[in-house]
């Protein structure tokens, strides 16, 4: 025989099976009961006589357990972890935090005892509004009993306390920062196009009181894939000399979106691997920034030096660089021998001439050279640098080598030499899931004719050399900038998801990340293994 107990729903929040034996049942005015799970046959909501029904066996007692009273609650108490006082997931809403978040943010504690959360475009932590979900019947934040209507003060690590119904108290941190990386903002009108567009540009800390930078300049799209590409490159151009964060002054920058490079630590590495273990002139110089454009999110961008010939970068000479396609405006010309495709980039304009016949002519007579298999002379091509760009760019396996963006100087005095090197954020073997074999160019003409020359080869066995005994810095460089993004890739991917983490706090986005860099440096180590033993 059953016999049935009817709770009025007028009072009754919430009923819920918990753990540890027990049915939940939660009411309007904070207070909470649990019965013994054990004794419950069934439990039915019924909408339209707002009862709940309950069946159990005729000869059982019902004795709701008494919730302990708060004034009863002691937070100082040794914490004591059961099912009741679990913190099951933390949010942060747009709707209730109007003004400072751009996108609802909400995780999972999985039986966690902290978590960490990146608002990477907020300077502002003092009044936010956090979305608790716990089993307990009391919870607190930093001592304060919790209202998910009030805002609390996140500028430091939050101690999040909930309480069981029998007093059992359970601690956990809650931490919520920006990345750290300086904040860059573009405000204006006028849409950003792939034409120059006047715009107010400010860079400042992550706190948002020191100003790096605060000027107007002109901002357009950078690259082919600007128009249909969801995270955007951009290039920017001031009329005035800026001296940002720690570069040198200059006019010209580039702001680099790592669009394909979830792990964002392609471009950053890759030219830290070629100003540290390469003998180039010069490498662009890349630090993170937030970039803001017109109050929106964009993500964690990479603000970079732009290759120009200006003091404190490709310091003399002229810049050229190997393109696969040349716009009617380009000043070009494409070589006698190889057919190589050669467009002056910088200086931009008043280059055509003589000076231009006179470039052509040098690389004609390089190209002859190396096809005739003759010595070339010190004053016409500095081969030690052609040596490490072949190196460097099969390397990374850099399927754009020879086809786009691949820069050579020619120094004031005339001598040709390979680069600045530019990013690298489609290399690292991203191009073909990561298979350490094979070569990249020495199907082209100019390579194959470098490589039948001794002084080239030397080069590069010397360089190929050189990194294999340096591996502990080629993994050191890698984990610096790996420890470097973190935070920025977690606040990255609350906006692009292109880690396709489970979630986007900190501790999640750290493993996924860390799989990045280990996927990395083994195909590093590797890939220069296959090229020493199958030069």
């Known amino acids: 025989m059953k016999r049935f107990l009817f709770l009025s729903c007028v009072c009754v929040m ?124 009391y919870v607190y934040l930093n001592g304060t009993k919790y209202d998910e209507n009030t805002s609390y003060d996140f500028s430091n690590p939050v101690k999040v306390q909930v309480v069981a119904f029998n007093g059992d108290v359970c601690s956990y941190q809650l931490k919520v920062t920006n990345s750290s990386f300086p904040i860059l903002s573009v405000d204006g009108s006028n849409t950003i196009t792939d034409k120059w567009t006047e715009k107010n540009i400010t860079i400042s800390s992550n706190s948002g009181s020191v100003i790096f930078a605060k000027t107007t300049g002109k901002v357009k799209g950078k690259g082919s894939h600007f128009k249909n590409g969801l995270k955007n490159s951009y290039n920017l151009k001031f009329e005035e000399k800026q001296s940002i964060l720690d570069f040198a002054s200059a006019k010209r920058w580039v702001l680099l979106s790592s669009q394909f ?132 760019q099969e390397w990374l396996k850099n399927s754009d080598m020879l086809n786009s963006d691949d820069y050579m100087t020619v120094r004031s005095n005339g001598i040709l030499a390979m ?28 390579v194959s004719w470098l490589l039948n020359n001794k002084t080239f080869r030397q080069y590069v066995s010397d360089r190929l050399d050189y990194l294999t005994n340096h591996q502990e810095d080629i993994l050191s460089i890698v984990e610096k900038r790996y420890a470097a993004i973190i935070d920025g890739a977690s606040g990255n991917e609350v906006t692009w998801h292109s880690l396709n983490a489970e979630q986007v706090d900190v501790e999640t986005v750290t493993s996924e990340l860390e799989k990045r860099k280990l996927q990395m440096v083994e195909w590093l180590v590797n890939r220069l293994q296959w090229m020493k033993q199958n030069f």
């Open 14 to 137: 919430s009923v819920s099976v918990v753990a540890q034996g027990y049915v939940q049942i939660n009411y309007t005015d904070g207070t909470s009961r649990q019965y013994p799970l054990d004794i419950v046959d069934s439990l039915q909501a019924d909408p339209f006589s707002n009862k709940i029904k309950m069946t159990l066996p005729a000869s059982e007692k019902i004795t709701p357990t008494s919730v302990i009273q708060e004034s009863l609650v002691q937070l100082s108490k040794a914490d004591v972890k059961q099912s009741f006082n679990q913190l099951l997931s933390v949010s942060f809403y747009q709707a209730q935090n109007s003004g400072k978040l751009q996108s609802d943010i909400s995780v999972k504690m999985n039986g966690r005892s902290s978590v960490s959360l990146v608002l990477p475009y907020v300077t502002d932590f003092t009044r936010l509004k956090v979305k608790l979900e716990t089993t307990g019947s």
């Open 419 to 446: 680069g600045p090197i530019d990013e690298q954020s489609k290399s690292f073997g991203s191009d073909d899931e990561f298979d350490v074999s094979g070569w990249v160019s020495k199907d082209y003409a100019f």
């Open 261 to 392: 490079d979830p792990s964002l630590m392609r471009i950053p590495v890759g030219f830290d691997l070629a100003r540290q273990l390469f003998s180039f002139d010069w490498v662009p110089s890349v630090e993170p920034v937030e970039l803001m454009v017109d109050g929106q999110y964009m993500g964690t961008y990479f603000l970079m030096e732009q290759i120009r010939v200006c003091k404190g970068r490709v310091e003399d000479g002229y810049i050229i660089s190997a393109e696969s396609e040349v716009s009617d405006d380009d000043d070009a010309f494409t070589t006698s021998l190889s057919q190589t495709r050669w467009v002056v980039k910088d200086p931009e304009s008043g280059f055509a001439g003589a000076p231009l016949i006179r470039t052509k002519q040098k690389l004609d007579l390089l190209e002859s050279n190396l096809k005739k298999n003759v010595s070339v002379s010190e004053n016409l091509a500095d081969l030690k640098s052609f040596a490490d760009w072949f190196v460097f």
